[in-house]
Nanobody, 117 residues
Framework: QVQLVESGGGLVQPGGSLRLSCVASGISATINVMGWYRQAPGKQREPVAAMASGGRTTYADSVKGRSTISRDNTKNTVYLQMNSLKPEDTAVYYC???????????WGRGTQVTVSS
């Protein structure tokens, strides 16, 4: 059974930073693409960043230049370093794995990120 567990969310002031982590278990082969999505209250879930096993990265325009995705294939773990956070970054952040540019085969339960003073 595939499980994705996110951690690292919390309350941060505008301009601050957070590092999200997601550990995938129950997957025997190297995961093709690992990524992050977010869903703000009243809005649809949207892709944030994704990284393929070979190192290719994709970012949403809204976070480009402020966020860095990385992964440790030996630990089936993906990270999202977010800097210069804004109130509009407030959302539940979900980890996902799969194929393609934006993975969506398996999902985590999410971690809340709140940017507020």
């Amino acid at each position: 059974q595939v499980q994705l567990v996110e951690s690292g969310g919390g309350l941060v002031q505008p301009g601050g930073s957070l590092r999200l982590s997601c550990v995938a278990s129950g997957i025997s082969a190297t995961i093709n693409v690992m990524g992050w999505y977010r869903q703000a209250p009243g809005k649809q879930r949207e892709p944030v960043a994704a990284m393929a096993s070979g190192g290719r990265t994709t970012y949403a325009d809204s976070v480009k230049g402020r966020s860095t995705i990385s992964r440790d294939n030996t630990k089936n773990t993906v990270y999202l370093q977010m800097n210069s956070l804004k109130p509009e970054d407030t959302a539940v952040y979900y980890c996902a794995v799969g194929g393609g540019i934006w993975p969506n085969a398996y999902w985590g339960r999410g971690t809340q990120v709140t940017v507020s003073s």
